[in-house]
């Protein structure tokens, strides 16, 4: 940032989009410009662990929805809110929104929160995820729809649909920098004085 300028007050970014879109990607872009990131999917991967479960896609999603029902839709958003408090940057990214439950109470705690949707064709998204090799990844493009359709069950869809920016991720790392770097540069503009 210039000198002499000042962040009106703190911002948050949530990164949305279905598996494999490229929010991983993004979450290592942007921790490489130096914001700091909180990773929503972790409270799931913690609860879990705490569960003495083994983090299979279909474990990962029990407990996913299994939460929810025990403490309702907007649960992650919840647990996640005092760590992003406790953070003293004045730009955090939050990866891995849900659903327009979690968004509103993160607009709630957070007046400038903004949703940035992440895009990528399902065949890309199936690829890069059986690629990837992740314990919680589909190995059969049937586990991989029911995925998508759990993910979608719980209001993913309605967070892209409505995401104040989207970027369309189809091609290289090195592209899907160049597209953060331009986003972030023109969201930070916007709340600067």
């Known amino acids: 940032m210039c000198a002499g300028v000042v962040m009106r007050e703190k911002i948050v970014a949530g990164v949305s989009g279905m ?4 929010k991983a990607t993004v ?4 921790q490489e410009i130096g ?43 919840k647990r996640c809110i005092p760590k992003i408090k406790e953070l003293k940057e004045k730009i955090i990214i939050i990866d891995g ?3 327009t439950l979690e968004v509103k109470d993160f607009k709630k ?6 949703i940035v949707a992440i895009h990528a064709s399902p065949e890309t998204r199936f690829k890069r995820l059986f690629n990837r090799k992740r314990s919680d990844d589909p ?4 586990t991989f729809i029911e995925r998508d359709l759990r993910e979608l ?13 989207l ?13 953060v770097d331009k986003l972030f540069g023109s969201i930070l503009k916007k709340w600067m004085i």
């Open 19 to 22: 598996p494999g879109a490229g």
């Open 97 to 99: 929104i849900r659903s």
């Open 153 to 165: 069950n719980v209001g993913l869809g309605d967070v892209i649909a409505t995401a104040d920016h």
């Open 167 to 179: 970027i369309v991720n189809e091609g290289t790392k090195g592209q899907l920098r160049r597209k």
């Open 35 to 77: 914001y700091p990131v909180v990773v929503m999917g972790d409270v799931i991967r913690a609860e879990v662990e705490r569960r003495k479960l083994e983090p299979t896609p279909e474990n990962l999603g029990w407990v996913m929805l299994k939460l929810r029902e025990e403490e309702g839709a907007a649960v992650v958003a």
């Open 109 to 114: 705690q957070f007046p400038n929160f903004i």
């Open 139 to 142: 190995r059969i493009r049937e």
């Open 27 to 30: 979450k290592e872009i942007v």
